[in-house]
């Protein structure tokens, strides 16, 4: 084996020994980002864009949205009640509606969407779970 190659492969094994260290979710959060990962694609990317960056004045950004990170519990009643009306994310008024996306959709999965949304593109969310999902389900909204 040339030397060049070593030294190529000692580098990619010290990425991948520092990618894993580096690792900040456990993994069962790694494996709820994963299912949050797709099901994001599934229901909400036609708005919100794959990367989380909307549609300048029609869908507002989840990536960055200071909405989202300072009220993780209004985004879960936005999925689960949908919402029409005035929204301001990061100084942006949206006056749209956003049908009840959360419907079809279980607890679990939907906190692993915003587990998903809240760790993604910029966002050091917190993660949130099926237990609190309910808890505003069963309030009806916020
Ligand atoms: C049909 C288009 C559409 C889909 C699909 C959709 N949204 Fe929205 N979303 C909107 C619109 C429009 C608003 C702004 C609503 C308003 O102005 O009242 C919004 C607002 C939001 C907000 C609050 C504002 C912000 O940017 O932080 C969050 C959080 C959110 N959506 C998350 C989701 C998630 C998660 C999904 C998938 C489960 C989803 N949305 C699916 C259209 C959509």
Redesign the pocket.
């Known amino acids: 084996m040339g030397r060049g190659l070593q030294v190529v492969l000692v580098a990619m094994l010290m990425a991948v020994a520092a990618a894993s260290i580096a690792a900040p979710l456990h993994t069962a959060d790694a494996l709820r980002m994963r299912n949050g990962h797709g099901l994001?694609n599934d229901?909400?990317s036609?708005?919100?864009q794959r990367d989380g960056a909307?549609l300048p004045g029609a869908?507002?950004?989840?990536a960055k949205?200071d909405?989202?990170q300072t009220c993780p519990p209004c985004?879960i009643d936005?999925?689960v009640n949908g919402?029409?009306?005035?929204?301001i994310?990061n100084g942006k008024p949206?006056?749209?509606?956003?049908?009840p996306?959360?419907t079809g959709l279980t607890d679990q999965d939907i906190a692993d969407?915003?587990t998903y949304?809240l760790n993604s593109w910029g966002n050091h969310g917190p993660t949130v779970t099926g237990a609190e999902v309910a808890g505003v389900r069963r309030g009806g909204g916020r």
């Open positions: 994001f229901n909400c036609a708005c919100h909307g869908f507002p950004n989840l949205s909405f989202l985004a936005f999925v919402h029409t009306g005035r929204v994310v949206y006056d749209g509606s956003m049908p996306i959360g969407i915003l949304v």
